[in-house]
T-cell receptor
């Protein structure tokens, strides 16, 4: 079956670093995405990994290990506006179908 | 900045009625998607569309659902006979290439009563 697991909630302090993990088991693999979603809003794209390794984009970095079915999103210099849900999603290679995890709600406190 | 636009932002309909949700993808994008998100739950894939045909659909996308690109700019999702459980936020998305970074519209909140 298709399964994407990530922690339900995390709390971190403003200015700190937080790592959100994601493990996946899918029938195929053609890339992993991280999206940010504020309550009541649409998901917005953060990062895309298709090869193993680290992709860095400003305060956000994402890592992928295909052999382990594992990814993480690293957020540095946390700001209050980073309080949101972070969605891990996998393209399973079939007709551009992307499967989403349930999301990790991140609370950033002062 | 180009964006995906969806109309209406909120639609209330009676059970059994047909609804059409409309989307205008980003103009140079070739791949289009519909997702739904029931309140408090995860984003679920419904269908992907490329070259005027469905590329993939999920088990949610049954005979009650259809998609169409009636002209060069619009992409629609039709639900023929709505059920209470169809109440959700429906997101349209588009991407320049298949299965890569997708840009989401702001969504249509469908409420079936």
């Amino acid at each position: 079956g298709q399964n994407i697991d990530q922690p339900t909630e995390m709390t971190a302090t403003e200015g700190a670093i937080v790592q959100i993990n994601c493990t996946y088991q899918t029938s195929g693999f053609n890339g992993l995405f991280w999206y940010q979603q504020h309550a009541g809003e649409a998901p917005t794209f953060l990062s895309y990994n298709v090869l193993d390794g680290l992709e860095e984009k400003g305060r956000f970095s994402s890592f992928l290990s295909r052999s382990k079915g594992y990814s993480y999103l690293l957020l540095k210099e946390l700001q209050m506006k980073d309080s949101a849900s972070y969605l891990c999603a996998v393209n399973d290679g079939e007709g551009f179908k992307t499967i989403f995890g349930a999301g990790t709600r991140l609370f950033v406190k002062a | 900045e180009p964006e995906v636009t969806q109309t209406p932002s909120h639609q209330v309909t009676q059970m059994g009625q047909e609804v059409i949700l409309r989307c205008v993808p980003i103009s140079n994008h070739l791949y289009f998607y519909w997702y739904r998100q029931i309140l408090g739950q995860k984003v679920e894939f419904l269908v992907s569309f490329y070259n005027n045909e469905i590329s993939e659909k999920s088990e949610i996308f049954d005979d009650q659902f259809s998609v169409e690109r009636p002209d060069g700019s619009n992409f629609t999702l039709k639900i023929r006979s709505t059920k209470l459980e169809d109440s959700a936020m429906y997101f349209c998305a588009s991407s320049a290439t298949g299965g890569t970074e997708a840009f989401f519209g702001q969504g249509t909140r469908l409420t079936v009563v």
